[in-house]
């Protein structure tokens, strides 16, 4: 069983960087995907970034390509994205998510039931 914790979020100046994190905890396959998504009320979840494990290959929304970046997982299992040059429409609910797959910026509904962090919230004041 996998737990997703996140943690980073809060009041930031646009352009500002801070670094979310979701501290995973339990047994995870030997293949898996990690991926961000965030929420603004009202409107749909959207997928930011995802993470295969085994390669460490990335992908990005296109909203967020070349201010938004995923470390690879390191060994205390962590997650992170690192956000840069934060504009005030990255305001939203940030969720780290994990399932078997990836798709494009996140995570693939095959493979399983995908495990939700409780979300952080980040809010960018100018």
């Known amino acids: 069983q996998v737990e997703l914790v996140e943690s980073g979020g809060g009041s930031v100046q646009a352009g500002g960087s801070p670094t979310l994190s979701c501290k995973v905890s339990?047994?995870?396959?030997?293949?898996?995907?990690m991926a961000w998504y965030r929420q603004v009320p009202g409107q749909e979840r959207e997928a930011v970034a995802s993470?295969?494990?085994?390669?460490?290959?990335?992908y990005y929304a296109d909203s967020v390509k070349g201010r938004f970046t995923i470390p690879r997982v390191n060994t205390n299992k962590d997650f992170i994205l690192q956000m840069d040059s934060l504009k005030r429409e990255d305001t939203a609910m940030y969720y780290c998510?994990?399932?078997?797959?990836?798709?494009?910026?996140?995570?693939?509904?095959?493979?399983?039931?995908?495990?939700w962090g409780q979300g952080t919230q980040v809010t960018v004041t100018s």
């Open positions: 998510v994990t399932n078997r797959f990836c798709l494009g910026a996140g995570i693939s509904v095959t493979g399983g039931t995908p495990t």
């Open positions: 339990g047994s995870t396959p030997p293949l898996y995907c």
């Open positions: 993470l295969i494990s085994n390669t460490g290959t990335t």
